[in-house]
């Protein structure tokens, strides 16, 4: 191995939980910091935690509504738009014949 060029090791580096849990390991820095261990992450400790999401969803269905109006006003507007060049191209050959 190259001298100077790895870094320190810490043979008791210590890991801290956002819950409280805390272990001693080896790592690279002396102190760890995490929010989720196996102590408290719902995999391991069978608790079913249900995300509100009803409020992200009712969000989402005030913009759909929101843009829902204005989807059908440019639809509308391209309709009309077909007409009038239909009508402008049906006129010209009428015109010419």
Known sequence: MKPKIHPKYYASA?????CGNSWTTGATVPEIRVDVCSACH???????????TAGQVDRFMKRLERTAGTVEQV??????QK?????????????DA
Not at 75 to 80: F, K, L, N, P, T
């Open 14 to 18: 210590r890991v801290a939980c956002a």
């Open 42 to 52: 719902p995999f391991y400790t069978g608790e079913q935690r249900i995300v509100d």
């Open 75 to 80: 639809r509308v507007q391209q309709e009309a």
């Open 83 to 95: 007409v009038a060049e239909q009508s402008k191209r049906l006129a010209r050959r009428r015109g």
